[in-house]
């Protein structure tokens, strides 16, 4: 378990030292006081630190430096706002429900301990760069209900070693996967094929939905050794 906070009469949050590289918390107390502490189970994020306002939108966070370990992303969320969890770099892996349609601008920037990730079924919208600097981000499937990955989506997730990109994807915008360099293999099926960034892409697979293959889609893709076109 996990400190989440301490509470009582003449206790404030700055008057606590934190040590991050032994992940505790400690707190002076010189005076006669009641003190409470509540704990969250350790690698479990603390989804009361999230800000959800009443449509439902995922708006930020309370503090940045306690959500850490894997979050579940309460059935209440309809959305993930611009930004919402940016740099929140405690973050292991996050699992959004069916609930939620589409996810933010940057909603997930920076979170650079994030390893993976689980898209519900209803998210139509990947917005630009949503997962951008994820550097530890491992694998990514991107479910049928997707329509748009927005530009830089995955831009920069140098661990990136899968993606399965989902048969209802009718645009992906320029540089989505730029410096993704660890994608061996890829099947598309949107309807035009943008620039991919990925020179270490061995095979490609278009699917039947493509019609269209953009400019310099595949430039720089030196080790690009099999392409099969429909």
Known sequence: WQVNKWTGAGIWQDKI?????????HLSVTEDVTV????????????????????????????KYRLKG?????????????????????????IIPDSVTSIGYKAFYG???LTGVTIGNNVTE??????YGCHNLISI????SVTEIGGGAFYDCKSLTSVMIGKGVTKIAS????????????????KTVPYLGMTSLKELTLGDNVNEIGERAF??????TNITIP
Do not use: W
């Open 70 to 94: 894997s979050l579940a992303l309460p059935n209440t969320v309809t959305a993930i706002g611009s930004e919402a969890l940016t740099q929140c770099t405690g973050l292991t892996s996050v």
């Open 126 to 131: 990947i917005d630009a760069g949503a997962f």
């Open 17 to 25: 030292g934190y040590d991050v590289e032994n992940n505790e918390v």
């Open 219 to 224: 430039a720089n893709g030196t080790d690009l």
């Open 175 to 190: 540089s989505a996967f730029d410096g993704c360099n660890k994608i061996k293999t890829l099947n598309i099926n949107c």
């Open 111 to 113: 979170c650079t301990g």
């Open 141 to 144: 499937t991107v479910p049928d």
């Open 36 to 63: 409470s502490v509540t704990m969250i189970e350790e690698g479990k994020a603390e989804a009361s630190l999230l800000i959800i306002d009443s449509t439902g939108r995922l708006t930020g966070v309370t503090d």
